[in-house]
């Protein structure tokens, strides 16, 4: 049962503000850059005004694709108009009528409930140069480099229900650098239903199909509002926890992410009247630019006040559809392994409810690991599986599971009250204690015990090709350092934050978090940001897997096994690094 202050703190949740901006929100299309965007920061703004909470309202430039009209039709056999929609940062054909035949490449649907994954397009399935492919699933980013390849003139993507998702196809993360900005996508891309896709499928099963189609974007540089409010603690006022979460959507987005920015506005407003219990600050950052810019608000952020973040933050907490009918899940939650324990206790505590954490996906304005923040949540709680197959529903990026995510039908209804305020109380829960906290709440005997099973699991799929040997023995031995560490610490969970000896035993964690992170997550150096495709565990060694498919002796498999041997040498020096940190 909780008790003291963080009792008095989830007792102060009330849903009075979180319904009032989701009423307001309702009548707003908070698309990033528009009038409707600005209009909602103005409200969020004047509660924070009312409340005299402290914050800034930054105006970036960001670099944004924002999608409008696209027209898609059939020519052969016959005349019919299709509806389509194309995702962010298509190829923008304008008002020029492009066409072709239409090639149907079967990849399916990925269903999480029965393990089955989306296929990769074979390259062995024909010519495709000069056609206009048709397939199932998302135009997901390592997709349309895929079909980059192939010589297409464009991609139609079919949509697994009855809707058509907004979607975002470019692979860079937040605005491009010299080394990105090339790697936009080079197809038009257009995205229909299922029942129109199946059509089309069945009209090719028949014979020769052929389309034209028109896509249309507003594509350039942003001004856009980023509201970044900090509540300062009492002891250690310079170190601080960032929550964070985007304010605009597709269409009213009210579960996804009107109730994320409610449940922010009302955790600061009750932290902030109880700022006297919090030893350390909590920053709130709500961001444009998710949806049509790849994260860029989070990543202006992100390089902004990257040195700040690397010296002063502590984790990095997201807030991304709370809130909606029917998720009384917490078994597909997203943190990193040194916060394991410490989430499904936070979440136990708060509500008496069990939860699993996964891998954290490339995803959700987490902008920040190459900075090296330790991080925990991304999605909220979910529609449990067993309901999910029930409804027939299919995987999506958010709303708490349900289907109407990034649609034109996430309005009032998506929201559950209860569900909401449960979310908040994991939220606050979670973060009072990690402000709270004399050390810093992270294992990362955890994180090490992660990479040993991940460096084995290399070193199985290696076989006798390559060894890491090396590699599996310093991280055995940055274990032991860590245990020792952690035992000699325990003697001052009792002081206070400001001891010497505590301040010092913070900073190595974090700079645990600022070694182990990165090497874990990113490929790219420090203060850049990877590509928005998912990155393996310890990505320096990840071709290992790749290997056995390869001729013994070939360029290529040379070429592999240079590649192993320099990012074994990476992570074998930044295992060693972190060894030295925690050593006496």
């Known amino acids: 049962m909780l008790v003291g202050a ?71 056999p ?18 020029e009528w492009r066409g072709g035949e239409v090639v149907y490449v079967p990849t399916g649907f990925k269903k999480k409930w029965d393990n089955q994954k989306d296929t990769s397009f074979d390259p062995a399935s024909g010519s495709l140069n000069g056609k206009i492919v048709l397939t199932e699933g998302f135009p997901r980013p390592a997709r349309i480099r895929e079909l980059n390849e192939q010589g297409i ?53 028949q014979g020769k ?21 900090f509540i300062e603690g009492t002891e250690e006022p310079d170190k601080y926890v960032l929550l964070h979460g985007h304010m605009d959507s597709w ?22 009247q109880n700022r006297h219990l919090l030893k350390r600050s909590l920053r709130i950052a709500i961001w444009p630019g998710h949806s049509t810019g790849r994260y860029a608000g989070s990543t202006w952020f992100a390089d902004t006040f990257g040195l700040d973040l690397d010296e002063n933050c502590i984790a990095q907490v997201n807030c991304d559809s709370p809130g909606c009918r029917w998720a009384t899940s917490y078994h597909e939650m997203s943190w990193m392994s040194e916060v394991d324990s410490f989430c499904k206790t936070s979440i136990k505590e708060a ?34 599986d067993e309901v999910l197959q029930q409804k027939g529903y299919y995987p999506v990026g958010g709303c708490g599971s349900n289907i109407e995510w990034h649609t034109e039908e996430d309005l009032i209804h998506i929201i559950d009250y209860e569900i909401l305020q449960r979310d908040v109380q994991v939220y606050m829960a979670s973060l009072y204690r990690i402000v709270n906290a004399t050390l810093h709440p992270f294992q990362f005997v955890n994180t090490v015990d992660e990479f040993i099973r991940t460096i084995q699991s290399y070193q199985d799929a290696a076989g006798e090709h390559f060894s890491f040997e090396l590699a599996l023995g310093e991280a055995r031995e940055l274990r032991a350092a860590l245990v ?86 990476r992570l074998v020096w930044t295992l060693h690094q972190a060894k030295r940190s925690v050593l006496p």
């Open 6 to 76: 963080m009792k008095r703190l989830l007792d102060e949740i009330s849903m009075e503000t979180p319904k009032a901006i989701l009423e307001r929100f309702g009548s707003l299309v908070r698309e990033s850059g528009s009038e409707d965007e600005r209009i909602a920061a103005q409200f969020l703004s004047s509660l924070l005004d009312q409340w005299g909470v402290p914050y800034q309202v930054h105006r970036p430039n960001l670099f944004l694709s924002v999608p409008r009209a696209a027209k898609l039709k059939l020519v052969v």
């Open 78 to 95: 016959e005349e019919k108009e299709i509806r389509a929609k194309n995702p962010a940062f298509s190829v923008i054909t304008g008002d």
């Open 153 to 205: 003139i464009g991609a139609i993507f079919i949509h697994p229900g009855k809707n058509i998702h907004e979607s975002i196809c470019t692979p860079i993360w937040g605005a491009p650098d010299l080394d990105t900005h090339e790697n936009v996508p080079k197809l038009p891309v257009l995205m229909i239903n299922r029942p129109d896709g199946q059509g089309l499928i069945e009209r090719i099963a």
């Open 209 to 229: 199909v052929e389309v034209q189609f028109q896509t249309h974007l507003d594509q350039g540089w942003f001004p856009c509002p980023l509201l970044d409010i």
């Open 251 to 272: 269409h009213q987005g009210l579960g996804d992410n009107a109730t994320g920015n409610a449940a922010m506005i009302e955790m600061a407003r009750v932290f902030y």
């Open 351 to 384: 509500i008496g409810e069990e939860s699993i954490g996964q891998r954290p996906p490339r995803a959700g304005d987490y902008s920040f690991q190459n900075i090296g923040l330790t991080a925990f949540y991304m999605l909220s709680s979910s529609i449990p």
């Open 484 to 569: 020792d560490f952690y035992n000699q610490s325990e003697k001052l969970q009792q002081r206070d934050i400001n001891d010497p000896e505590v301040k010092h035993a913070n900073q190595i964690l974090r700079g645990l978090s600022r070694t182990l992170v990165p090497i874990n997550f990113t490929l790219r150096g420090k203060f850049w940001h990877d590509p928005a495709i998912d990155i393996p565990p310890l990505p320096d060694i990840a071709p290992a897997t790749t290997l056995p498919k390869l001729e013994v002796g070939s360029h290529l498999y040379r070429v592999t096994l240079t590649h192993l041997m320099r990012g074994q040498n």
